[in-house]
Every structure is written in C-alpha cells, then in structure tokens.
C-alpha cells in the first residue's frame, strides 16, 4: 500500500460523500503513518492522529446506537464514521484491491445525487457487502 492507493480511495470516496472529504483526508494519514492493526475479535487498533502513544479501538460492525469507535468523536456523534473507523475502512479496502476481492460500495459505486431531506446519519449504510 502506498501513497497513491490512498490518494486513489480519497478520491473515489469524496465522490461518493462530498460532505467526507476533511474525514477521508485525515483517515489517509492515519492509514499511512499511524498504526491499523485488525484484531482476532473483528475489531482494529487505530493510532491517533496527533498523540502517537494512544490507539482507538474501531467496530465497523457495531449496532445503529452504538459508537464505531472509543474516539471523543464517535462517541458524541454516535451512527457517524469518524476518521479512525474510516482510516481502518481504507486498510481494509486497500488490502481488498491488492488481492482482487470483491469491490466496496463506499469507494466503488458511482456518485449518486444526495436529497437534503434524507437522514444520512448511517453514511454507508453499515458497507453491506464488505
């Protein structure tokens, strides 16, 4: 995985979630520079952006009332992906693509119109299909 795979699902996912592009960017960083280490449980050991010493353990299965992530933003903005979860999204999307698996609705459908009236507080409607 390299610099440009990132880029590339920056890219790809800002498309789809204008809105995303400040998380994505930030999640790119943290995917490079930072630990993303999946655990045994299905859950993964983020590094925080900015205090290199504390990780943030990351749920990309967790229910619609639950935090994604043990982040003062998931927790407060509970059913919003937060940079950590979304960083641990693009390690696990990256690691896809170099082994040919199956594509990912965030970063591989094509961009689609956004009603202002609809509820996008699930942005990715939970990655069915990961």
Not at 80 to 108: N, P
Request: hydrophobic residues 40%; proline residues 5%.
């Amino acid at each position: 995985m390299d610099v440009e795979t990132f880029r590339s699902l920056v890219a790809r996912g800002s498309a789809r979630h204008p809105e995303l592009r400040g998380k994505l960017e930030h999640a790119a960083f943290i995917a490079l520079f930072r630990p993303t280490v999946p655990q045994l449980d299905g859950t993964w050991l983020i590094g925080s952006e900015h205090e290199l010493e504390r990780t943030y353990r990351v749920h990309l299965d967790a229910a619609a009332d639950e935090a994604y992530c043990t982040c003062q933003d998931s927790t407060r903005h509970v059913g919003e992906e937060c940079k950590h979860s979304l960083a641990a999204l693009m390690v696990f999307r990256a690691l896809a693509d170099q082994l040919g698996m199956q594509r990912h609705l965030v970063f591989d459908e094509p961009p689609t119109p956004i009603a202002p009236a609809l509820d996008y507080d699930r942005v990715f409607k939970r990655f069915e299909g990961a």
